[in-house]
T-cell receptor, first 114, second 114 residues
Framework: DGGITQSPKYLFRKEGQNVTLSCEQN?????MYWYRQDPGQGLRLIYY???????QKGDIAEGYSVSREKKESFPLTVTSAQKNPTAFYLC?????????????FGPGTRLTVT | GNSVTQMEGPVTLSEEAFLTINCTYT??????LFWYVQYPGEGLQLLLK?????DKGSNKGFEATYRKETTSFHLEKGSVQVSDSAVYFC?????????????FGKGTKLSVKP
């Protein structure tokens, strides 16, 4: 089955620590995205990547970093510079160059920082 | 700029009631339109889509028609079930921006009571 996996489902960290969230897809999609969702809120775009070795900042990139070394993988690092990191993080992918504009989402990672 | 406006929730219905969730958009050209559903603690799932004016997307008893004259894409279902309780997001494909990015509404929470 093709899809997007995110791990872990729940993540707990102490304040001041960096943490990396995993996102892997086997859909052969070129584009991948990271969103943040706060309780009762919509989605906010953190970073996106249209192709391997290239990525762009979204609306709320401060305090986050990404890499895109492989087509299948787009890990997100939440750094200690992120002032309020506790949130639900969603990864998605699409294939706009193939005319597939809908995004397919992973199950999400809930990060709690105390 | 391009935007999506959804009716605010929460929406509470009894089982077998008729559902309408309003969605209007602002965009240049002819965007593609999407409805996503998010069940508690999960990622978003694509529910339906429409790519041109007068297209009707449908899935699992849900329908939405792309109305260019009213710039709307309202979600409807004739008879809701308890299992339809979720948050629903309207989204559009932003052709003016980066190739694959979607613009999401803020979401509408639906609760269906038995």
């Amino acid at each position: 089955d093709g899809g997007i996996t995110q791990s872990p489902k729940y993540l707990f960290r102490k304040e001041g620590q960096n943490v990396t969230l995993s996102c892997e897809q086997n859909l052969n999609h070129d584009a991948m995205y990271w969103y943040r969702q706060d309780p009762g809120q919509g989605l906010r775009l953190i970073y996106y990547s249209q192709i391997v070795n290239d990525f762009q900042k979204g609306d709320i990139a401060e305090g986050y970093s990404v890499s895109r070394e492989k087509k299948e993988s787009f890990p997100l690092t939440v750094t200690s510079a992120q002032k309020n990191p506790t949130a639900f993080y969603l990864c998605a992918s699409s294939a706009p160059q193939q005319g597939i504009y809908e995004q397919y989402f992973g199950p999400g990672t809930r990060l709690t920082v105390t | 700029g391009n935007s999506v406006t959804q009716m605010e929730g929460p929406v509470t219905l009894s089982e077998e009631a008729f559902l309408t969730i309003n969605c209007t958009y602002t965009a240049t050209g002819y965007p593609s339109l999407f409805w996503y559903v998010q069940y508690p603690g999960e990622g978003l799932q694509l529910l339906l889509k429409a790519t041109k004016a007068d297209d009707k997307g449908s899935n699992k008893g849900f329908e939405a028609t792309y109305r260019k004259e009213t710039t709307s894409f309202h979600l409807e279902k004739g008879s809701v079930q308890v299992s339809d309780s979720a948050v629903y997001f309207c989204a559009l494909k932003d052709y003016g921006g980066s190739q694959g990015n979607l613009i999401f509404g803020k979401g509408t929470k639906l609760s269906v009571k038995p």
